[in-house]
Structure formats: structure tokens, C-alpha cells
């Protein structure tokens, strides 16, 4: 049995980047490089016509930025939409936190090393996140301006939870992994990858870059909190 590359769209304003980008990506089997795209606005009919299944994307370009492109692309209406992985500059670059907000599977640095350039790609083609329990908690508590005061109305589908699963939540978005989940709450690993699941399904999440930021934007965790 065959199996299908993965199909990866490349999106930055940059072609000496994309260049190198593609060079490293077509080195390997299972990925194939479907497309470049120079701004946000191309790689939104990029992704509509040439339907990858992530879209490495550059976060400050002209005309549609990185944020902006990313919010239509996971919007869209197909059946599967692409994973999106955001490139930045800077590690706490003040889009992230609204790009991961708009849809994108997490973030990864523009000197990433091409080990771990490839390993992302495959890991968010399976459905998971790319960005560090730990990172994600810096990232939301450095932004925690934007996200609602704590008298904001709790969302009706935080109630689906049931109470194990909102403590999973809460640990999640509090930077554990899922091992550290498991220590703490003495369950195994596969219970915990079982609630995190739960939780996704419930609330319409992606991945648990997704569920951190739900579970801040909620109320659910305050940012700071140990």
C-alpha cells in the first residue's frame, strides 16, 4: 500500500527562505511541496486550490498578514482543513498568541533546525500541536491583556466537562505534558491522552494549543496561576 505524501504549502514573502524551506522538505519521502506563496493573500487561494495539508506560514507579510491568512484558511469550508504552522522571528513574536487564536497548530522559529523543521511538519499532518506545554503558558501569561476579566460569562460548553476532564484541561493549560498530567492526577498516560480527547471533541478543539487557549479565554485557568 502507497502512502500519500504529506502536501505542504509554503507561504513566506521571503524567496530565498521558501527556497531553503523546499530544499530541506524534498529531501524527504513522505513530504512533497504542493506550493509557494508570497503573501497572505495568495496563500489563501493557494491553500483553496491546491488543498495541502499544512501550510507553513510566515507571520508578517504584506497585504494579508500571517494571522489574517491563517483565520480563512482553517475556516474554510472543506472537510479537512490544512494545519497551519506559523514561522516567526522571535519566539514570543506579539502575533503568535492571535495566530494560534485564528487556528494554527503552533509556531515554530525561522532558524529551526531542519530535524526539527520535518519533524513538525509530520507531527501537526497527524492532528497534534508543535508548540511546548511550557512555551504555551509563556506565551498566554506575556499576552494575558488579551484575554477577557475574570467576570466574563463562562462559555455553555464548559459545562459538557465532566469534572475530571476540566481538571485535565486546567493542567493542560497550565503547561503540563501528559506524563506530568498523569503524575499528578495518579492515572495512567493513556487515561490522560483519553480526557485530552475527550476535551478536544467536546469543545470543537484542534489540538491542545487550542484547549490552552480555551481554557484561558474561558475563565477556566487565570494567567500567573501556579
Known sequence: ??????????????????TGFRMILEAESDIAVVGESGDGEQAVADARALQPDVVLMDIRMPRVDGVQATRQITGAARETTPRVLVLTTFDLDEYVVEALRAG???????????????TAIRTVSRGDAVVAPSITRRLLDMFASRFPATDSPTPANLAHLTDREREVLT???????????????????????????????????????????YAYESGLVQPGAL
Do not use: C, W
Open 1 to 18: 500500500m502507497t502512502v500519500q505524501p504529506i502536501r505542504v504549502l509554503l507561504v513566506d514573502d521571503q524567496p530565498l527562505l521558501r
Open 171 to 213: 493542567l493542560v493549560a497550565r503547561g503540563y505534558s501528559n506524563a506530568e498530567i498523569a503524575a499528578e492526577l495518579v492515572v495512567s498516560e493513556t487515561t490522560v491522552k483519553t480526557h485530552v480527547g475527550n476535551v478536544l471533541t467536546k469543545l470543537g478543539l484542534r489540538d491542545r494549543v487550542q484547549a490552552a487557549v
Open 104 to 118: 494554527a497548530s503552533g509556531f515554530l522559529l525561522k532558524d529551526v533546525p531542519a530535524e526539527d523543521l520535518v
